[in-house]
């Protein structure tokens, strides 16, 4: 009697490979396979998890890899190429032939001889459950469940903390632009313009109301399309956001600022030609400006939510910080403008009604400005 008996040995695509590679196809983002495994092992498992689509198929063994690093290059500078059979020699050169292309190149390695291809990558990834200490220690990121569905999810979290910077930033930016106005008219008037907003307001302004909302908006979730879009290739200060910040956000809450500046004068009895009035007026009118660009930093804090979208799109209380963080910067103007002390201090008082009705115009002011720039871009 024979006893015959086979033994088979699967080892599957995780769970989720197939949608991670679908995300990094929407998201621009190439990839390729390269094991040591047999050519149609290799196969077998691209095609399951989709990185092998249609007849344009690229299966190459490590051996016949071309011996020049340019046309290896322009060989795998492709999407879902594969590449079996390979020795850590050839995921060295792979590395370094994709990153003389101008391509950020993402490496997997988890053996002590992946080191140097890990090394050579702009972005070196180590297996953190069956990777070597070697691997680990020569790789830019480790994955703590070896799972290539978390490289996707970092991607996704690097683009939107990218985003957040520059919606801090822009947020910043377009309040220096009222707060220097000022400055730049009085000089301009050889000091005959009085000086809306002075030194210690604009601390107040910067460490005082609007530090919440910033934090707020670094903290920002990921938009959902945000691995629907090619990679960005613009560096966090480019023409964009200055021509948002200074061209466009910051005039406007400038302009609405020095309005409600001259409104409190004019409500006053004050006409053009005349000297401005000191005193209490002063004082009000300067508390008219400090509002009024509180009042158009809060509403620039939703409009920097998006690059293309008006605030009202997105949505006002999805972001439940960056709404706690508004109110917050308005009861931190209430508390500037009525607690006695602290008004005395930063030289202003409680605007005046016809201030006020003024300064209150910088909310819409602001949104439909941000609005029109996103329609026009």
């Given at each position: 009697l024979t006893l015959l008996g086979l033994v088979a040995l699967e080892d599957p695509p995780?769970?989720?490979?197939?949608?991670a590679i679908a995300a990094c196809r929407r998201a621009g983002i190439r990839v390729a396979m390269v094991t040591g495994d047999h050519p149609a092992t290799a196969q077998a498992i691209a095609r399951e998890v989709g990185l092998l689509e249609g007849d344009d198929e690229?299966?190459?063994?490590?051996?016949?890899?071309?011996?020049?690093?340019?046309?290896?290059?322009?060989?795998?500078?492709?999407?879902?190429?594969?590449?079996?059979?390979?020795?850590?020699?050839?995921?060295?050169?792979?590395?370094?032939?994709?990153?003389?292309?101008?391509?950020?190149?993402?490496?997997?390695?988890?053996g002590v001889n992946d080191a140097p291809a890990l090394s050579e990558a702009a972005i070196g990834v180590a297996m953190g459950r069956s990777g070597t200490d070697v691997a680990r220690e020569a790789a830019d990121l480790v994955l703590l469940d070896d799972d290539f569905a978390t490289i996707v999810a970092a991607i996704e979290q690097g683009r939107s903390t990218f985003s957040n910077i520059r919606r801090f930033l822009t947020y910043h930016l377009t309040d220096?632009?009222?707060?220097?106005?000022?400055?730049?008219?009085?000089?301009?008037?050889?000091?005959?313009?009085?000086?809306?907003?002075?030194?210690?307001?604009?601390?107040?302004?910067?460490?005082?109301?609007?530090?919440?909302p910033a934090l707020a908006l670094g903290a920002e979730p990921p938009a959902a399309d945000v691995l629907d879009r090619p990679p960005i290739r613009?560096?966090?200060?480019?023409?964009?956001?200055?021509?948002?910040?200074?061209?466009?956000?910051?005039?406007?809450?400038?302009?609405?600022?020095l309005a409600?500046?001259?409104?409190?004068?004019?409500?006053?009895?004050?006409?053009?030609?005349?000297?401005?009035?000191?005193g209490a007026t002063l004082l009000a009118a300067s508390g008219a400006a400090f509002t009024a660009v509180v009042l158009g930093q809060a509403a620039n804090a939703f409009a920097c939510r998006s690059t293309v979208r008006p605030a009202w799109q997105i949505g006002w209380t999805t972001n439940r910080l960056l709404l706690g963080a508004v109110m917050a910067e308005l009861g931190m103007l209430a508390v500037f403008l009525y607690f006695p002390p602290l008004a005395d201090l930063l030289d202003q008082a409680a605007p005046s009604l016809a201030g006020f009705a003024v300064a209150?115009?910088?909310i819409p002011a602001v949104l439909a400005a941000d609005a029109l720039h996103k329609a026009a871009r």
């Open positions: 995780r769970q989720g490979a197939a949608a690229l299966v190459v063994v490590g051996r016949t890899l071309p011996a020049d690093d340019g046309v290896l290059g322009a060989l795998l500078d492709r999407d879902g190429a594969v590449v079996a059979r390979v020795s850590p020699e050839d995921k060295l050169r792979i590395a370094r032939a994709l990153c003389q292309r101008g391509h950020v190149v993402a490496m997997t390695g988890d220096n632009v009222a707060e220097l106005t000022p400055f730049v008219v009085w000089a301009l008037s050889g000091g005959r313009f009085p000086l809306a907003i002075g030194v210690l307001q604009i601390l107040a302004l910067d460490i005082g109301t609007d530090i919440l613009h560096h966090l200060l480019d023409r964009r956001l200055f021509t948002r910040a200074f061209g466009v956000l910051g005039p406007v809450e400038a302009a609405v600022s409600a500046f001259l409104a409190v004068f004019i409500a006053s009895g004050w006409r053009p030609g005349d000297a401005f009035p000191l209150l115009v910088a």
